[in-house]
């Protein structure tokens, strides 16, 4: 079929096949043609509202757009390449089925701010979709945290063996993380709801439109006050994309978790049967496939950030065809960053815990080590010599092979005279958990506030 443009009068000749084939958008933007309409039949009604068509016009054109939604939502036309955008596929079909009328459509608009629009409306169904999606992994945290509150483990630093902490403290750490993802999407959300509807090609338009009256229709909180900066930015599409590319980051540091914990060397945890993968040589295998896979494919949601400003970066104003490759980025992250915090709640959900590898872990070693020193804090010695002298223990117990656990008193005092028998218990994980007495820290009190606090704030949320 021949190429459909939405121009040509000052031509002498048809963009070249090969032209249309390099420039086209519409494998992207068709996934845009709900939004497309949604804003046609806005500015449409807007026109009439304002005398810049008649009623009956309007009513047609309505009409038609809406037959052309159901016409593309049941593959009875299917947006192609003979098209440049979206845009150009559907004032094709409408001028197919109401004649010149559909040329009307365009007064007092440009492909310029009808693509922001679009992208616009398009981030607030992402971000909703996205911000469900926290709260369903959020909400099997909070399953997990009140599950596991009696499980204390080896708290890390430098993937060191640290401080005991309970596995639910931890779990609660990612808690807070996606908390602040969701609160980014939503302030991301709120900033971009603003039509840029109306500005035209970049300069306004002569017709006595009512920018306003489309922004509500559409739900907008306003419009965009500058019509240059409405048909230039793509702030929103930035700022979502690095909130989403946020959301990997900590996504991948989850999943990194989950696969050190499944090792033999760790054992803490094992994802069921359903979530993992074997090998097509060693039999023996059970891969945490689904895990990488999230960690991997953060790249792909960073790559699309880099895209996106690197592409703006010293675009002059207003728009220039550049930007039309903003779409892929836009989808990319927003594909990538969905799927994988859907199969990352799952993965979640099959996970268990070991306990009593756990355990074993905790007691073999020394983690208790600040405790230790602390204890000795308290029976007045300064802190620079107790922590020498807990690692001078620490040194004994490694060079005689054997842990705190395996430590009596008349060892001990060799090191400090101030050790007493009460020092056993205070070297326990146990103990040392319940020691802690700052606010925030894995004190099983506080760390159940924090359950306390995230009930509330799930059972109240309605995204
Ligand atoms: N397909 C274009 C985009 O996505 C729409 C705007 C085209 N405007 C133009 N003057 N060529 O950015």
């Known amino acids: ?167 639910s403290h931890h779990l609660l750490a990612y808690m807070w993380m996606f908390e602040r993802d969701y609160e980014r999407l939503n302030q991301c959300a709120q900033r971009a709801n603003k039509s840029p509807l109306g500005a035209a090609a970049f300069a306004g338009t002569p017709f006595p439109i009512d920018r306003n009256m489309v922004a509500k229709k559409l739900g907008f909180d306003g419009i965009v006050e500058n019509s240059i900066d409405a048909v230039s930015d793509r702030d929103s599409l930035i700022e979502f994309v690095s909130t989403c590319s946020i959301i990997m980051m900590h996504l991948s540091r989850f999943a990194e978790e989950l696969v050190l914990w499944t090792t033999k060397e760790f054992g803490f945890a094992e994802i069921s049967d359903a979530y993992t993968t074997g090998s097509s040589i060693m039999p023996q295998k059970k891969n945490p496939d689904m895990a990488e896979l999230v960690r991997g494919k953060t790249g792909r949601v960073y790559g699309a950030l880099i895209e996106l400003l690197t592409m703006m970066k010293a675009l002059p104003l207003a728009y220039n065809r550049d930007m039309q490759e903003d779409k892929h980025a836009l989808f990319e992250a927003f594909t990538t960053t969905r799927e994988c915090l859907f199969i990352f709640a799952h993965i979640l959900v099959h996970t268990t815990f070991k306990p009593h590898v756990i355990r074993e872990s905790l007691l073999n070693d020394f983690l208790t080590a600040t405790d230790m020193a602390d204890y000795l804090v308290k029976k007045g010695v300064p802190f620079r010599e107790a922590h020498e002298i807990t690692g001078k223990i620490v040194q004994h117990c490694i060079e005689h092979k054997m842990y705190f656990g395996n430590l009596d008193l008349e060892t001990l005092r060799l090191f400090s005279p101030k050790f007493d028998t009460d020092v056993f218990d205070v070297i326990l994980p146990e103990s040392s958990v319940h020691s802690k007495r700052s606010a925030g820290s894995t004190n099983p009190h506080e760390v159940k506030k924090q359950i306390v606090h995230w009930t509330r704030v799930l059972q109240k949320r309605k995204v």
Not at 3 to 27: C, H, M, N, P, Y
Not at 35 to 55: F, N, P, Q, R
Not at 124 to 146: D, F, G, H, P, S
């Open 1 to 167: 079929m021949a190429r459909q443009t939405l121009w040509g009068g000052r031509f002498k000749q048809q963009l070249s096949e090969i032209a249309l084939q390099f420039s086209t958008s519409i494998d992207l933007d068709k996934h845009l043609y709900i939004e497309d309409i949604a804003g046609s039949i806005a500015h449409v009604e807007m026109l009439a509202a304002c005398k810049i068509l008649t009623a009956t016009e309007a009513r047609r054109i309505r009409t038609a757009l809406k037959a052309i939604l159901k016409e593309i939502e049941t593959g009875k036309f299917v947006p192609t390449n003979i098209y440049e955008d979206i845009h150009s596929a559907i004032e094709h079909r409408l001028t197919q089925k109401i004649g010149s009328l559909a040329g009307k459509l365009h007064t007092a608009r440009s492909r310029n701010d009808q693509i922001a629009l679009d992208e616009r409306l398009f981030l607030r169904r992402a971000i909703y979709e996205l911000m469900k999606l926290i709260t369903n992994l959020q909400r099997v945290l909070l399953y997990k945290a009140e599950r596991h509150i009696d499980i204390v483990m080896p708290g890390y630093t430098h993937t060191q063996r640290a401080q005991p902490v309970l596995l």
